[in-house]
């Protein structure tokens, strides 16, 4: 049976963490995510990692691979040359807590200021699906935030107090585009939002597993909510060279 | 002595799934305070892994739709073992429970004239399940995720409850463990609504995630409450067992509801020679049906006068089918069947079923719109579970409440597919009504007890302490042994109790399971106390199966191949006497004369 390396990042601070070499026997169709709990199993029952599902559908499993932001149940083993080392380590954007498990917790609290669903009180819940593809594109989020973890506003700049990351402009546009939904979150999306932060350099749509289309779906018709209710810096450059999008 | 930190509650829910989060959002509606607590971060629950949808009788598919068809549908699926009165409950209130979730923000897929859309599922005699392509879980999940954290309930992350505690024989609260630095927390709470989800993890192959190591099941034993019908464990007809590091991950149901076809290395759809002769006359009497009534489906004609194809038998059966097409040398290449969707309009499969076009794609290399699928059955749920009162969720534990997989009664000896998510939703409310009126009922607050307080911490303590003990891992592979070869799909006397013997050992040598490393989150410490949960669940089931000498919807006994009518009036309970797990017969409740006669007038199903 082949061999795969892995250098598992091991322990509670940067500092003083290293990465630790490991020796996985691989079976077919095996994935990173295998590899971890192969290693809690035989060699380290202590190591911290997160997962549910194993089946990319609940975005416990985020982690750097290779330096890319992935999914561990999502990247086969098998994608690697045989001779080439696995390198396995925490999102680098939010603090660590122990090996691969870092505190998002962040996160949950940003949830908690966009304002929620408001349907107008006297909706009959009649509409139609061509209405909601949009929106249902948007909700297939599995809070992986593995595009919060990607976004430099956030990675580099370290500017959770300014930007709520593409996370929650999706959450925000699914919220948006609801056909029933009455409420505005424009102006709080301009100034807690900070949605100017972006600069559409689309690294967290690539980075999806879900494969949502975060930037050109969901920021930039924000975006464009937003100039023509305020002033984007981006937005406006934009227009100046393509001229206005039509909506 | 170890530090712990204090919460205080008039309600603890603990598990964020579908039940957990819906009884928080209905219990703190109504004014108490409210901390819910989850094993996971929020939002991951083993809910998001439900696809299909969810059962409800709103008729906008099919106007013949309504309770009284739902009701008797879900009887007659769990083999009338079930709680009749939670069945009626749950027929009649999630209609109402869904379009709760469509105005909390869920957006369903729509009917052309702008309605809940459903489809249809096995042993639903009308289309009915609601849905969201197939993720209608993670629907259900993020909606009541984002109502609930909008209603100021307090959601305490990654935190592991490992003892409920009483003051007499009522809760008073809850003690237990932060994953993250393993620090200790005792919940102060008036009522405690459990909704910790099934066992699945005791068997190897398994849907079901790390979080499924029966808690609510062991921490509700412990307490007091008894377990019915834990015999009765649902393998889900499909999972995939290609390739190994996949296996028994779940394959919806709705494949076979969009008209996935089943058929042996032969080539032979063998479903057709499964059908119980009770219901054989509800499913399409051969292939020339069944292709009818998907032309009908495809052609988004809402009724049809044929009858549905094979595939969409109760589960019970098509894992059996499936089991037997295999052991009797018509498996596919690894030990499977193939399902086979690839006939259909590429695109149509793509819309239709988009996370297992993309599941197979990335995890199999298989395109599914252009090759069958290899399936097997995996094990998915429990129908066992905690007893509660249909119409509070209270266990016979005061102040003790149960929502969910964890409960039991209300699926029999069998569940419907999409039976499940409206499950969660109509007895998560009921829950957290039941616990706000005992709450408001109770006059002084209950004490909390320092002695059961020291024992909780002693028992987390102890694996560190041990020397030279046992890797928890070693044992779980130990107990996956055993209940895959003696306690799986079909059973034995004689299998039962090597199984029970050997379940015996494996409790003896947890006495030396040892954890290294710190409390910071350290998975081999976590599983040191979940596997005391897994071995608990495991033996109720283990004992129950062996009691019932009969076959009777997920629980198959090759030497007692029948249903036996004079055993269909009791149930199986087991409860915790000393050391010892004592196991009772108990009757059903007997079901009014006004909801029998809804079996009289059974008319011929079509769907
Ligand atoms: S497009 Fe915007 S949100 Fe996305 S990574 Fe770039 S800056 Fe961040
Ligand atoms: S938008 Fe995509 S990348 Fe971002 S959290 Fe959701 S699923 Fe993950
Ligand atoms: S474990 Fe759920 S996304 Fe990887």
Same mark, same amino acid.
């Given at each position: ?81 045989? %001779? ?37 009180? %006297? ?125 | ?71 008797? %549908? ?316 249909? %119409? ?216």
């Amino acid at each position: 049976m082949r061999e795969a390396t892995l250098k598992v990042f091991r322990g509670t601070d940067y500092e003083t963490g290293e990465f630790k070499t490991y020796k996985v026997p691989v079976e077919d169709g095996m994935v990173v995510l295998d590899a971890i709990h192969y290693i809690q199993k035989e060699i380290d029952p202590d190591v911290a990692v997160r997962w549910n599902c194993k089946a990319a559908k609940c975005g416990s499993c985020s982690a750097e691979v290779n330096g890319k932001p992935a999914l561990m149940c999502k990247t086969r083993m098998d994608h690697f040359a045989s %001779d080439t080392e696995i390198q396995v380590q925490p999102l680098k954007t939010f603090p660590l807590v122990k090996d691969l498990v870092t505190n998002v917790a962040w996160n949950y609290e940003v949830n908690k200021k966009i304002t929620p669903f408001t349907p107008a009180k %006297d909706a009959d819940w009649t509409f139609f699906q061509e209405d909601i593809e949009r929106v249902q594109e948007f909700r297939k989020c599995i809070e992986c935030f593995l595009c919060q973890d990607v976004c430099h506003v956030l990675r580099d700049h370290n500017r959770k107090d300014a930007f709520i990351g593409p996370r929650f402009l999706v959450r925000t546009a699914g919220l948006e585009m609801h056909p029933l939904d009455k409420a505005n979150r424009i102006e709080s999306l301009k100034d807690h939002g900070g949605i100017g932060f972006c600069n559409i350099t689309k690294c967290c749509t690539e980075v999806c597993p879900e494969d949502i289309h975060i930037t050109d779906n969901a920021i930039i018709p924000l975006k464009e909510r937003v100039v023509d209710e305020f002033y984007d810096p981006v937005m406006m450059l934009l227009k100046k060279i393509f001229g206005k999008k039509q909506k | 002595m170890a530090n712990y930190e204090i919460h205080e509650h008039d309600i603890l829910v603990i598990g964020a799934g579908g039940a957990g989060l819906r009884a928080a959002i209905e219990a703190s509606a109504k004014g108490v305070s409210v901390g819910l607590v989850c094993k996971s971060l929020l939002g991951k629950a083993h809910t998001v892994m439900a696809e299909g949808g969810i059962a409800a009788a709103l008729a906008n598919v099919d106007s013949r739709d309504n309770w009284e068809v739902h009701f008797r %549908d879900t009887m007659i699926g769990g083999k009338m073992l079930n709680n009749w009165r939670m069945a009626q409950i749950h027929a009649q209130e999630a209609p109402e429970c869904v379009r709760e979730l469509e105005q909390w923000g869920a957006v369903f897929d729509r009917t052309k004239e702008g309605k809940i859309l459903q489809r249809a599922f096995g042993g639903h005699t009308y289309k009915r399940l609601c849905h969201v392509g197939d993720r209608t879980g993670l629907e259900l999940i993020r909606t009541l995720q984002d109502k609930g954290v909008h209603q100021g309930i307090d959601v305490y992350m990654e935190c592991t409850v490992t003892k409920i505690l009483k003051d007499g024989d009522k809760v008073s609260g809850a003690f237990g463990y932060f994953r993250e630095d393993g620090r200790y927390v005792l919940f102060k709470a008036k009522a405690i609504i459990l909704a910790t989800g099934g066992v699945g993890r005791s068997y190897l192959v398994t849907s079901n995630s790390w979080e499924y190591t029966g808690d609510g099941h062991a921490l509700a034993y412990d307490a007091g409450a008894d377990l019915i019908d834990m015999e009765f464990v649902q393998f889900h007809p499909t999972g995939m067992v290609w390739p190994p590091g996949v296996r028994g991950i779940l394959v919806t149901e709705a494949v076979r509801g969009e008209g996935g076809i089943l058929r042996n290395s032969k080539g032979e759809r063998f479903m057709f020679k499964y059908l119980p002769e009770a219901t054989r006359a509800d499913y399409a009497a051969d292939e020339t049906e069944a292709k009818k009534w998907l032309e009908d489906t495809l052609s988004g004609r809402l009724k049809t006068e044929y009858k549905r194809p094979p595939e969409l038998s109760t589960r019970d059966n098509v894992a059996r089918a499936i089991y037997t097409e295999v052991k009797e040398g018509r498996g596919t290449e690894h030990g499977g069947v193939y399902l086979d969707i690839s006939y259909q309009n590429a695109e149509r499969v793509k819309k239709k079923l988009p996370s297992m076009y993309h599941q197979f794609k990335e995890l199999a290399d298989v395109d599914i719109t252009q090759t069958p699928m290899e399936v097997g059955p995996t094990m998915h749920y429990i129908m066992g579970g905690i007893r509660v009162n249909a %119409d509070t969720a209270e266990t016979r534990v005061p102040g003790l409440f149960a929502a969910g997989e964890c409960s039991g009664g209300m699926h029999g000896s069998n569940r419907l597919g999409g039976n499940s998510l409206s499950d969660l939703i109509v007895f998560g409310r009921r829950a957290g009504r039941g616990a706000v009126d005992y709450t408001h009922k109770l006059g002084s607050a209950p004490q909390i007890s320092e002695s059961q307080i020291t024992e909780a911490i002693e028992e987390l303590e102890i694996p560190f302490k041990r020397q030279d003990g046992i890797n928890p891992n070693d044992l779980v592979k130990e107990l996956h042994t055993i209940m895959g070869t003696y306690v799986g799909i079909f059973r034995e006397e004689k299998d039962l109790q090597t199984g029970i013997e050997k379940l015996e050992e494996l409790k003896k040598k947890f006495k030396l399971v040892k954890a290294n490393g710190t409390k910071v989150f350290n998975p081999g410490w976590h599983l040191c106390r979940d596997l005391k949960n897994m071995l608990i669940s495991s033996e109720a089931i283990a004992r129950s199966a062996l009691s019932r000498k009969e076959s009777r919807g997920a629980h198959s006994r090759l030497d007692y191949p029948k249903t036996d009518d004079s055993l269909g009036n009791e149930n199986t309970s087991v409860s915790k006497d000393g050391e010892t797990m004592k196991l009772e017969k108990t009757p059903l409740n007997k079901m009014p004369d006004d909801l029998k006669e809804l079996f009289a007038k059974k008319e011929p199903a079509h769907a």
